[in-house]
T-cell receptor, first 109, second 112 residues
Framework: NAGVTQTPKFQVLKTGQSMTLQCAQD?????MYWYRQDPGMGLRLIYY???????DKGEVPNGYNVSRLNKREFSLRLESAAPSQTSVYFC????????FGQGTRLTVV | GQQLNQSPQSMFIQEGEDVSMNCTSS?????WLWYKQEPGEGPVLLIA?????ELTSNGRLTAQFGITRKDSFLNISASIPSDVGIYFC????????????FGEGTQLTVNP
């Protein structure tokens, strides 16, 4: 029962570096989401994908890109990381109810 | 966009006390969800509510979907130390592909 799997769990980047956060779900859900969580600010939606082949901006999309590679996978890319992107990133998938991955803790120095 | 206001931001209670937290929205929601997050983990779904007025229980947890469809409440009875965590409400309008919006969370501390 894997559910939603995120990789990596931890990452440290230098300012200006790029990286891709991976997310995969095995529940055959149509919708997938990327959130960031910062202290005192709850979960803020970065991008979401209602179905394979579609993506939409959330509340805080600037500095990020996403790819819905297939129904299972939804990746989040930081092209040029900034310290303001230091956060914990959560992927979720939903078909009615939403289920979350364990998170990726990203530090940009 | 949609705004969810969750209160209180934090609570410090004694073991055995009851807890109540709520969320209000500027928009009407079709579904309300309540999650709990423990340190270092992702949010875990506790209760889902699907229609106005609905009252649903999960053990010591009870949640209600407000009649106006703009609010929801979560109550925890007879709290225990393992109830510690951050509780989030979430809601959405429409179908599976719609945006899921979260409240800012309620940090619960239970003193034994």
């Amino acid at each position: 029962n894997a559910g939603v799997t995120q990789t990596p769990k931890f990452q440290v980047l230098k300012t200006g570096q790029s990286m891709t956060l991976q997310c995969a779900q095995d529940m055959n859900h149509n919708s997938m989401y990327w959130y960031r969580q910062d202290p005192g600010m709850g979960l803020r939606l970065i991008y979401y994908s209602a179905s394979e082949g579609t993506t939409d901006k959330g509340e805080v999309p600037n500095g990020y890109n996403v790819s819905r590679l297939n129904k299972r996978e939804f990746s989040l890319r930081l092209e040029s990381a900034a310290p303001s992107q230091t956060s914990v990133y959560f992927c979720a998938s939903r078909e009615g109810l939403a289920f979350f991955g364990q998170g990726t803790r990203l530090t940009v120095v | 966009g949609q705004q969810l206001n969750q209160s209180p931001q934090s609570m410090f209670i004694q073991e055995g006390e009851d807890v109540s937290m709520n969320c209000t929205s500027s928009s009407i929601f079709n579904t309300w969800l309540w999650y709990k997050q423990e340190p270092g983990e992702g949010p875990v779904l506790l209760i889902a509510l699907y229609k106005a007025g609905e009252l649903t229980s999960n053990g010591r947890l009870t949640a209600q979907f407000g009649i106006t469809r703009k609010d929801s409440f979560l109550n925890i009875s007879a709290s225990i130390p393992s109830d510690v965590g951050i509780y989030f409400c979430a809601g959405h309008i429409g179908t599976s592909g719609s945006r899921l919006t979260f409240g800012e969370g309620t940090q619960l501390t239970v003193n034994p």
